[in-house]
């Protein structure tokens, strides 16, 4: 169970929005623990999460709970435009070790 302050992440892009800026995502959960925070959410909204692909979340998840390193608690949107990915990325975070996963309906048009 989840519990606390979370905070939905931001995730690091770079070029533009084009690719992952995997140096970054330390040095911003590094400051989220240093706000004081109890965890975070990865890819919701804020994180572009729907936006991205199935296997660009995927990493996304992967380096959020790499550099929290039981540092904070990692909640992973896997809501996605089909119900196929949503599974294959609760599933995903399961196994990668989130505490928690959210999810969303598929919306009615794809993006």
Known sequence: MISGALA??????REGGDSLDESAFA???DFLVAGGLDGILALG?????????????????????????GRLQVAV??????TRDTVALAAHA?????????VIAPPYFRL
Do not use: N, Y
């Not at 939905?8 to 892009?13: I, W």
């Not at 572009?48 to 390193?69: H, P, Y």
């Not at 399961?94 to 959210?102: F, K, R, S």
């Open 77 to 82: 949107h896997c809501g996605a435009q089909t």
């Open 94 to 102: 399961a196994e990668a070790g989130a505490d928690a996963v959210a």
């Open 45 to 69: 909204t804020t994180g572009e999460g729907i936006l991205l692909t199935v296997e660009e979340r995927k990493r996304v998840a992967e380096l959020f709970l790499e550099v929290a390193s």
């Open 8 to 13: 939905a992440a931001a995730t690091p892009l």
């Open 27 to 29: 040095s911003l959960v």
